[in-house]
């Protein structure tokens, strides 16, 4: 049960990070969810590998929530490709997380090292 | 237009779901050029891409439940795919729905009934502040007729308590206005008389009403308003009151259809004019469920209406050793039964010492209350055993049916392990699997759910229909309230959630991989087959319980059929004439019932007539009797008309019959039956001897000795003594009956029979045509009633319990294919393999059987009072019910058996 319960979490905390990292990566332009995943791998030099089990549940779930909207458009492997694109909600949620994100940095950051006054640069 | 509906709503969600896989393939798509890019070969390339995408399904499930529509589209696709598996197995699906439906039907029906007949409170305003109030005596000593102390005569109805008590709803007038004119525990006390059939006038055209006598405060007290002009008042009462009389709505209605200007017109009751005041309102039916008064009369116009002698006409409303009023009082506010009862059983006590009772104290009688919310009890005292009978009875039929639900139930999951291995392994959740497994559930739930209302409400009038039992005033309404009809639904949901998810759980414990195998046995579960079997056993063992009561009613019927009547039932025609009500009076009565017999005997195809005051086999009265040396003896007794054993066809055995010249005046003689002269002239010749019989008492001389009759048929043969009713005084208070012997069937001539009376008398109604087998078969409704009702119980339980009982053996047998072919394989004959699976039918069989025979041994006495001539143990019995349970379960068992000897074990074994 202990096991489920971490998995649960680790979960909850990769979903809101998602969501973040999925409209910050739409900041450049309309991209499909394929694309969105190579992006954030990209950027985070292989740090992060998202997983579609993950990705396009948070694509829809953010879609619903009018975040970000999408459109069928033609793609250069000749097929259709569902582009997903900010919306004015989705920047503002951005600017929100980013900043709820920073704060969440700092604050661990001086849990783990108290003696610092502010994180090295 | 639903259908309309569900399509667009279809096809937008397949749109949807296209678009939904279009965008996982573009991601494959995409992936795999990426890694042609990056080297890989094209088909490597796409092999890695969808191995490192993860479980596609999964992630279609998933992006589907994110949508809003889902569960309805979801529970679309269940239901549809719920109908395909059913239509697939539709002897399973019809078994299933018809074992609820049976179930459910008939539990409500059941429970409809008991509910109007037991629960129902008055529709009267606050039913609940109504109490009876009853008297309780002792028991009395072996001797027989004392009546409790301080109590002379009762006018009404004393029946027998548990432990021998006595019990009666009747008390003397004078205790009546006391409490009526003061206490502190009813806010108000009313008193009620049934006064039974009278005859009722309605310009000119007599006919048969039933009426109630009530206090002047009966309607007020009960909240009950005038449909049309007024009802009852005190003032009615007072003496030199003009009559008045209230019609119950109904009777406006049939009678006067609903007529206003009836209220003002002129009716007589018993020869009595009266003028209609009022009518009840429309829901007050009277406050005996079961029977409605057609007329309510003040209680001060009993003594005009009713014939009494005279001392009881002027003693009726002051004699304080007369008991024959009902009441009924409210209780005030605050207090509660068991207050009021103390409260009033002192004062009653005190009543009775104060009118001069002597006596121990013991022997007093005790007053008692009872709630009278639901109306007067007797239509509870006379069915509610019955009832609840039944309701066991039913309850057993739900038990079986959902027994055999969760057994169907649990041999398709087994069944379905595979599919439901499949399923999971395939990605589907766990929780997927359980909906669609409960929606299948509820689509067998529902219809029937609803199947089980229809039978109900047919099976409820079928039910008021039988418990009348052919007498025209009983009326109960045969509705099916709502919290019944929820009561069924929800037994039905919880029948279908229950047993579709314990089989459920059972089936997506799964363990995909032998399962998948397609092994029979690698996953079977020890547990489940001995829950099956248990269930078996269960079943079988309540159907015995049916079995073995049913078998224990029909041998009560036939031993009653087969009672030795002792006179000639067959075409004999019988009616009742009360003239005493018509308003003849003294030796006009005789006159005219003699008069009407000769008319009789004169009519073509008439054989014969006689009168007497009770009907043969149905009723009697008893009388002591002295004899000389001050010998005293019992017996009963019967005043009849001069050709009434000839009529009878009742054979004289020594001396004479009564004549024609056994008239008033002439000496006073009797016939005797044999038990008579068994009992009480031991070895002599009766014929000769005096006694005295009746209150007189009157001197008889015995001129004969009679074969010995039924008086009441499930008696044995008892001391008797018929007189002449021409020698007596006829009572106008009682009618008589008579019989005729008709050449010919005697129902064909009723209507000239009818005709005659007509002519002869056309103010005194005719009662009661029926003829004499009709009446005789009338007083065994009861038994009739439970040996129908329990063989038809009997033949359901079995049918359920076989359909479960094939169900789970062609399933065993299905399971152990492998086995049975290993086995035949080796060598086994088709014999052997017969044998083997009954034998595992006969094993359920007989310790379903032993099961089921120990309980019947312990609820057997709770049913005994409505058994005849049979014991338990009966070989008969035994041997029948065990009979019948044996060659049905191996019936049900041998259809498999023969398919498990069928098995090809070439085919068998290559499955493995």
Known sequence: MAGKNTEANRIDLLQGTLDMLILRTLRWGPQHGHGIGQAIRQTSEDLLQIERGSLYPALHRLEARGMISSEWRSSDLNRRAKYYQLTGAGEKELVAEESRWKLMVRAIGRVMRPAQREPAK | ?912
Not at chain 2, 314 to 330: E, K, N, Q
Not at chain 2, 331 to 339: S, V
Not at chain 2, 635 to 643: D, E, H, I, L, Y
Request: include cysteine; proline fraction near 5%; charged fraction near 20%.
């Open chain 2, 1 to 912: 237009m639903w259908r309309l509906f569900w399509r667009r709503k279809e096809r937008d969600a397949d749109l949807r779901d296209a678009d939904l896989d279009e965008e996982i393939e573009f991601d494959l798509a995409a992936e795999a050029a990426q890694r042609v890019q990056a080297g890989t070969s094209r088909d490597e390339a796409e092999r890695g891409s969808r191995r490192d995408f993860g479980n596609v399904q999964l992630l279609r499930e998933d992006l589907r439940e994110m949508r809003g529509w889902t569960w309805l589209e979801r529970l679309g696709q269940d239901v549809r795919y719920g109908v395909r598996t059913l239509r697939k197995n539709p002897l399973f699906a019809a078994m299933a729905v018809l074992s609820l439906a049976l179930g459910i039907g008939s539990a409500t029906a059941i429970y409809s009934v008991m509910d109007a007949v037991l629960f129902r409170a008055l529709p009267v305003s606050d039913p609940g502040e109504l109490v009876i109030l009853n008297w309780r005596a002792i028991k009395p000593p072996a001797s027989g007729f004392t009546q409790p102390a301080g109590i002379d005569s009762v006018d009404g109805s004393v029946y027998n308590g548990p432990g021998g008590d006595r019990l009666s709803p009747d008390f003397p007038w004078p205790f009546f206005a006391s409490l009526r004119d003061g206490n502190d525990v009813f806010s108000t006390v009313f008193a009620y008389k049934d006064a039974g059939q009278l005859t009722v006038s309605v310009q000119g055209q007599a006919e048969l009403g039933g009426v109630e006598f009530v206090s002047g405060n009966f309607f007020e007290a009960l909240g009950i308003n005038p449909a049309a002009g007024r009802l009852i008042y005190d003032s009615d009462n007072l003496a030199g009151a003009t009559g008045v009389a209230v019609l119950s709505y109904g009777y406006w209605r049939d009678r006067f259809a609903g007529d206003a200007a009836a209220v003002g017109r002129t009716i007589r009751i018993g020869g009595v004019p009266f003028t209609i005041c009022g009518v009840a309102a429309p829901e007050f039916f009277g406050i005996a469920p079961g029977s409605a008064p057609a007329i309510y009369l003040p209680v001060g116009t009993r003594p005009k209406v009713m014939a009494f002698s005279v001392g009881e006409k002027i003693s009726l409303f002051t004699d304080a050793h007369f008991y024959w009023t009902d009441m009924m009082g409210r209780l005030r506010p605050g207090i509660t039964m068991a207050r009021a009862e103390r409260e009033t059983d002192a004062r009653f006590r005190q009543f009775v010492i104060d009118h001069g009772a002597n006596g121990s104290r013991a022997d007093f009688p005790s007053l008692w209350l009872e709630a009278g919310g639901s109306g007067l009890d007797s239509l509870r005292r006379q069915y509610s055993k019955p009832l609840y009978v039944l309701m066991y009875m039913v309850g057993f039929i739900l038990a079986i049916a959902c027994a055999n639900i969760a057994n169907l139930l649990l041999a398709r999951a087994a069944a379905r392990r595979r599919e439901m291995a499949v399923r999971l392994s395939l990605g589907a959740g766990r929780a997927r699997v359980l909906r669609q497994l409960l929606t299948e559930s509820l689509l067998l739930a529902l219809p029937g759910g609803v199947l089980g209302l229809a039978i109900a409400a047919a099976g409820s009038r079928f039910l008021i229909w039988l418990l009348a039992g052919g007498s025209a005033d009983f009326h109960l309404r045969p509705t099916l309230d709502w919290h019944v009809a929820a009561f069924a639904f929800g037994v039905a949901m919880a029948t279908g959630i229950l047993f579709g998810l314990a089989p459920a759980f059972e089936a997506t414990r799964v363990d995909a991989a032998p399962a998948l195998k397609g092994s029979r046995d690698g996953a079977e579960r020890v547990r489940g087959i001995g829950l099956k079997r248990i269930l078996a056993v269960a079943q079988i063992a309540l159907s015995s319980l049916l079995v073995l009561g049913a078998v224990l009613f029909v041998r009560t019927l036939a031993n009653i059929h087969a009672i030795e009547l002792g006179f000639e039932a067959k075409n004999v025609l019988t009616f009742s004439l009360n003239a005493g009500k018509a308003g003849y009076k003294g030796a006009e009565l005789n006159a005219f019932y003699n008069r009407i017999e000769a008319r009789l005997r004169a009519l073509r195809g008439v054989s014969g007539a006689a009168a007497s005051a009770a009907p043969l086999a149905r009723r009697f009265y008893r009388t002591p009797a002295v004899f000389p040396g001050n010998r005293k003896g019992l017996a009963g007794w019967n005043s009849v008309g001069s050709t009434f054993f000839e009529t009878m066809g009742i054979p004289i055995i020594l001396g004479r019959a009564l004549s024609s010249h056994d008239v008033k005046g002439a000496a006073p003689v009797a016939v005797v039956n044999e038990a008579f002269a068994k009992a009480y002239f031991p070895g002599r010749n009766p014929v000769g001897e005096h006694m005295g019989i009746l209150d007189g008492p009157i001197d008889v001389t015995i001129v004969g000795v009679s074969a010995n009759a039924r008086e009441a048929l499930k008696e044995p043969f008892s001391p008797f003594v018929y007189i002449s009713y021409n020698q007596i005084p006829a009572p106008e208070w009682r009618g008589m009956d008579f019989e005729i012997r008709t050449s010919a069937a005697p129902l064909a001539l009723a209507a000239d029979i009818q005709r005659a009376m007509h002519e002869a008398a056309p103010d005194v109604p005719l009662g009661n045509v029926a003829t004499q087998a009709a009446r005789i078969e009338g007083s065994l409704t009861q038994e009739r009633t439970f040996a129908q009702l329990c063989t038809a119980f009997a033949v359901l339980a079995l049918t359920i319990a076989c359909i479960g009982l094939y169900g789970s053996m062609a399933y065993a047998v299905s399971r152990r294919t492998g086995e049975i072919g290993i086995r035949m394989a080796l060598g086994a004959q088709g014999g052997s393999v017969v044998w083997m699976v009954m034998r595992e039918v006969l094993t359920l069989t007989v310790a379903g059987l032993a099961v089921g025979v120990l309980c019947a041994r312990g609820v057997f006495p709770a049913v005994k009072s409505f058994l005849f001539g049979v014991r338990f143990g009966d070989p008969v019995v035994m041997g029948w019910a065990v009979g019948l349970l044996i060659v049905s379960t191996l019936a049900a068992g041998y259809a498999p058996a023969r398919r498990a000897a069928r098995v090809d074990p070439v085919k068998a074994l290559r499955h493995e």
